[in-house]
């Protein structure tokens, strides 16, 4: 089956600093969304993204929706502990079609 | 509001055996799926619906069988469990109508079949 390929796989910065992670498929997708799960619960939706080009922010987040349609990032500035976690992006091929294909996940650690 | 709810939380099963993951919604989402979540692998689509009576096959079906009798329950079977079906279960629900990619996730049902 079709899989997104998110890096990097996993991250270890310091409590303050900016962090980047970006998603990329060889399908075009309609919309992308970014995910995050703390350990033991589901995934949780931070951004949505459905226009190419977009870039949309949530507090200290913010996305972007690739111009090809292929590939989304996502940036975290001023990482706090409450950040770590796993996060995931996951695309939707086209409106009406609800199946979402997830990347493998990006996993952050903050070194106290 | 519960949200997604799953049950149970944890389950440890033989070879051979056979059980139901339970999943609830008390949103009224026509939509709901269940995924399962293997290291290094993401999350992949086992099964899916887009309304009661109505399911339909995801990237990895085998071994699996669901149904949708309401809007609000949509259990996971497990006919004849294998190890290869160890893995944290997932069930999400979501609108059809609106922006319909914002699922919203249960907390995870962790299974291990030895």
């Known amino acids: 089956g079709q899989q997104l390929n998110q890096s990097p796989q996993s991250m270890f910065i310091q409590e303050g600093e900016d962090v980047s992670m970006n998603c990329t498929s060889s399908?075009?997708?309609?919309?992308w969304l970014w995910y995050k799960q703390d350990p033991g619960e589901g995934p949780v939706l931070l951004i949505a993204?459905?226009?190419?080009?977009e870039l949309t922010s949530n507090g200290r987040l913010t996305a972007q929706f690739g111009t090809t349609r292929k590939d989304s990032f996502l940036n975290i500035s001023a990482s706090i502990p409450s950040d770590v976690g796993i996060y995931f992006c996951?695309?939707?091929?086209?409106?009406?079609?609800?199946?979402?294909?997830f990347g493998t996940g990006t996993r952050l650690t903050i070194i106290p | 509001n519960a949200g997604v709810t799953q049950t149970p939380k944890f389950q440890v099963l033989k070879t051979g055996q056979s059980m139901t993951l339970q999943c609830a919604q008390d949103?009224?989402?026509?939509?709901m799926s269940w995924y399962r979540q293997d290291p290094g692998m993401g999350l992949r689509l086992i099964h899916y619906s887009v309304g009661a009576g109505i399911t339909d096959q995801g990237e990895v079906p085998n071994g699996y069988n669901v149904s949708r009798s309401t809007t609000e329950d949509f259990p996971l079977r497990l006919l004849s469990a294998a190890p290869s079906q160890t893995s944290v279960y997932f069930c999400?629900?979501?609108?059809?109508?609106?922006?319909?990619?914002?699922?919203?996730f249960g907390p995870g049902t962790r299974l291990t079949v030895l």
């Open positions: 993204l459905y226009k190419a080009g």
């Open positions: 399908s075009i997708f309609n919309t």
């Open positions: 949103m009224n989402h026509e939509y």
């Open positions: 996951a695309g939707q091929l086209s409106f009406g079609n609800e199946k979402l294909t």
């Open positions: 999400a629900s979501s609108r059809l109508a609106g922006k319909v990619s914002e699922q919203f």
